[in-house]
Every structure is written in structure tokens, then in C-alpha cells.
């Protein structure tokens, strides 16, 4: 079956530095992945996909997430965390079962400490 | 140009009571979808429409609920009778025409809260 793994619940970093979010994935076909943010009081956000080509993938906020097919991973990174980026992330494939359904993990909660 | 929207942003109720909740796409989205969150688990589908018509109702958990979007606009789901386990928050998206590399654009999410 399909699935995503975030294997973090929760993060806190310290402003300034870098951030890595993890994200696997199970999946029986090249998949397409996503990384989307959600700040309090607000929608999921898209920060980036990956359909096919580079591997690394550039987003906005400037975040980064690299496709790794031998490791079935997807890592979210920001080499310097702001504090308005404290939010909660969550990572998606699709799609599935020949619908445009997305398949999200459960979600990565980041706090920002100044 | 405005976002997804969603009403009630929350609605507490007790069990064996109806909620209805809406969910206003971007205008010239056919596509419509809905998502549940429990209790900080992921987030699962429950159901796309391509305008008007349901193109995959996998995700719906039972009878109890029932997801319609007249004239192709806005969707209504409607849980009833709700069930404690019903708790959560629903997310509504939607994405323009075509295929699935359009980008699905999301609500703020309605957060129910059954007693």
C-alpha cells in the first residue's frame, strides 16, 4: 500500500540554523511528491513537488527537498530557519490508485527558537 | 483572487447531531476535494469531484456521510448522525482543469468537534 512516513513529530531549531525534515515514502510507481506547509490559521501551502528530472528540487521560502529513489526519501531542507517559518510541514505522494488523491504523512511540527 | 474558503471554521456539536459543512472552490476549479485530519494523524482523502460529479469516493469512511456539489460550485458535506470519532478537522482543495500536475490549493480547514 501506499504510505508516507515522517518520521519526526516534532522539531526545535534555533533561528539561523539549517533544518532537515524527513520524509519516506512507499510507493510502487516513480511517485510524485510533495512538501506542504501549514501556518496557524491557514491552508496547506504548496512549497514544492517533484514530478520528474532534477533531483533537487528548489521551492519557495527557500526551501529545498531532494529526491532520493534508492533511499524512497524526500528531505525537506532550509540551510537558515526564520522564525515565522515555525509551522507544521507535511509531506505527500500521489497519485494514487489512478486518481489525483494525495497520500500525506502526519505531519512535522517545527518550533523556532530565537 | 480569493483562496479556497470553508465554513464553519468550527463547529462543536454533540453526537447524533448533523453538521454541514461548505467548502467554496477558486472560481474555474472543476476540481474539488476533500480531506479529513484526526486527532494530529495524517491528513486522508474522502472525495474528489470533477465539477459536479464524484470521481473517487475511496476515502469515504461510511454512510453516515454524504458530500455534494450542485452545479458544479461549492461543496457541502454533511455528517449525520455524527459519532465521536468523526472529530477532526476537514480540509477542502481545489485545482484547475486537467490533470494531476495541477497544484491542489487548500482551505484553512473546518475543525469538528463531536461530544
Known amino acids: 500500500a501506499q504510505s508516507v512516513t515522517q518520521p519526526d513529530i516534532h522539531i526545535t531549531v534555533s533561528e539561523g540554523a539549517s533544518l532537515e525534515l524527513r520524509c519516506n515514502y512507499s510507493y510502487g510507481a516513480t511517485p510524485y511528491l510533495f512538501w506542504y506547509v501549514q501556518s496557524p490559521g491557514q491552508g496547506l501551502q504548496l512549497l514544492l513537488k517533484?514530478?520528474?528530472?532534477?533531483?533537487l528540487v528548489q521551492g519557495i521560502k527557500g526551501f529545498e527537498a531532494e529526491f532520493k529513489r534508492s533511499q524512497s526519501s524526500f528531505n525537506l531542507r532550509k540551510p537558515s530557519v526564520h522564525w515565522s517559518d515555525a509551522a507544521e510541514y507535511f509531506c505527500a505522494v500521489g497519485p494514487s490508485g489512478g486518481y489525483n488523491k494525495l497520500i500525506f504523512g502526519a505531519g512535522t511540527r517545527l518550533a523556532v527558537h530565537p | 483572487e480569493a483562496g479556497v474558503t470553508q465554513f464553519p471554521s468550527h463547529s462543536v456539536i454533540e453526537k447524533g447531531q448533523t453538521v454541514t459543512l461548505r467548502c467554496d472552490p477558486i472560481s474555474g476549479h472543476d476540481n474539488l476535494y476533500w480531506y479529513r485530519r484526526v486527532m494530529g494523524k495524517e491528513i486522508k482523502f474522502l472525495l474528489h469531484?470533477?465539477?459536479?460529479?464524484?470521481?473517487?469516493e475511496s476515502g469515504m469512511p461510511n454512510n453516515r456521510f454524504l458530500a455534494e456539489r450542485t452545479g458544479g460550485t461549492y461543496s457541502t458535506l454533511k455528517v449525520q448522525p455524527a459519532e465521536l470519532e468523526d472529530s477532526g478537522v476537514y480540509f477542502c482543495a481545489s485545482s484547475p482543469p486537467g490533470g494531476f500536475y495541477n497544484e491542489q490549493f487548500f482551505g484553512p480547514g473546518t475543525r469538528l468537534t463531536v461530544l
Open positions: 517533484y514530478f520528474s528530472g532534477d533531483t
Open positions: 469531484f470533477v465539477k459536479e460529479s464524484k470521481q473517487d
